[in-house]
């Protein structure tokens, strides 16, 4: 029996995921349809960092970064804070780029329709009252990653993060999302090889800092045995956009007085606990996420409470 699954720890997204899958969607339209179905629901998904890893054919093995990126391109720099002095919440606002990153995705997947995608994310945003947060996701809908470079967006950041309110958000910062596209890394452990996003397993603080909210991440494939596993942080305490009824994570790094400006444009830390396990011929034989985990090692791959099995022969996906 050829059949996809797919799994996640997000009850929201899984719903959204599994409705995409079971009308004939692929695993990757699965897991972006889940994602901004969160992102609808809460205001503290949809501007936080999002990894995503796919692996099969038509793909290669490709990783996708949607972390935020650390605002001031094209700005001078600012003369930065001093020791001692307080830091306003506004100065860690980043820019988000994990509606670019997504979309980037998608454009490897012929048959994926962007309205289709969004249809849960904007009525679950409907239902919980954030009348702007759906109105942002209608935007999406219509226009892709043009959304975030439109008037509307770009006011809303930066009343919210931009210079007048201590932050260091500007313009160019949505025009310029770069490096979103890459090979993922081959990772031999376990006496397997696993395809990673090339950032997973930078040294990360354990466990994972508060300001980064709560860790979820969705696991798919879909009857071509196509693979993808997707990372996203709901963060609950942070920086609120309020005209777009939306939280923004404290991830950028302020500027201090005398210590060098971390590069604008790059990207800030954050976890991709997920992985696809391949076989010698790089097919997909199973993908696996560890949603609370920060760093990716043997150890939280061996261990990782989400997976989904594929068998090439019988084609067919079955969650463990």
Known sequence: MTRGAVTSDDAVAAEAAEDVLLSGGSALGAVVAGFFAAAGAHSGVLLSPVSLVAAGAGIGARAFDG??????????????????????????????????????????????????????????????????????????????????????????????????????????????????????????????????????QDEAPEPVPTDFGIGHALCAVDVQGLAVALSYRRVMNGIPIDELEVEAPPLAVPVRRGVPRVAPGGSLAAPAPIAVRLDASGVPLEVVAAPAAGRLTPEVLEKAKLRVRWDAKARRADVV
């Open 67 to 200: 972390r935020c990126r650390q605002p001031g391109l094209g700005s001078k720099r600012p003369r930065g804070f001093r020791d001692g002095e307080p830091v306003p919440p506004q100065a860690s606002i980043g820019v988000p780029a994990g509606i670019t990153a997504l979309l980037v995705a998608l454009a490897y997947d012929e048959q994926a329709k962007i309205a289709r995608l969004l249809k849960v994310g904007i009525r679950r945003a409907r239902d919980s009252g954030a009348l702007a947060r759906a109105e942002l996701l209608e935007r999406v809908r219509a226009v892709g990653g043009s959304a975030i470079t439109e008037p509307s967006f770009v006011r809303a950041f930066l009343h919210a993060a931009g210079e007048g309110a201590g932050g260091l958000v500007g313009t160019t910062d949505f025009r310029s999302i770069g490096n979103i596209d890459a090979g993922a890394t081959i990772y031999e452990a376990l006496d397997s090889r696993w395809a990673l996003a090339p950032w997973a």
